[in-house]
């Protein structure tokens, strides 16, 4: 029978409970080596690994377009494609004329 065992967690050096219920659980996995994390180093491990490339962002980068500012000719970019038949404006005249 199982029995709960202290471990230590290789990674912060906290002590841990690992549980009978977990024991047989790893038991019928068939692993034979005790978790030398605890569980938090477990699940921040898990966090890092999983997701490669995202950077915590979850909203997909906006493509943003070159455009020349109608009022002062700034370059400037806006988030949509120019089309010509509207005049673009750079932020500080689009919040200038905004404000008027
Ligand atoms: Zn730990
Ligand atoms: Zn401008």
Partial sequence: MFQDKILTCRDCGVEFVFSASEQEFYAEKGFTNDPSRCPECRAARKRQGGYNGNSGSSRPQR??????????????????????????????CFDKRNRR
Avoid: H, L, N
């Avoid at 943003?64 to 038949?85: H, L, N």
């Fill in 63 to 92: 493509e943003m377009y070159d455009a020349i500012c109608a009022e002062c000719g700034a370059k400037t970019q806006v988030p949509f494609r120019p089309s010509g038949d509207r005049p673009v404006y750079c932020r500080d």
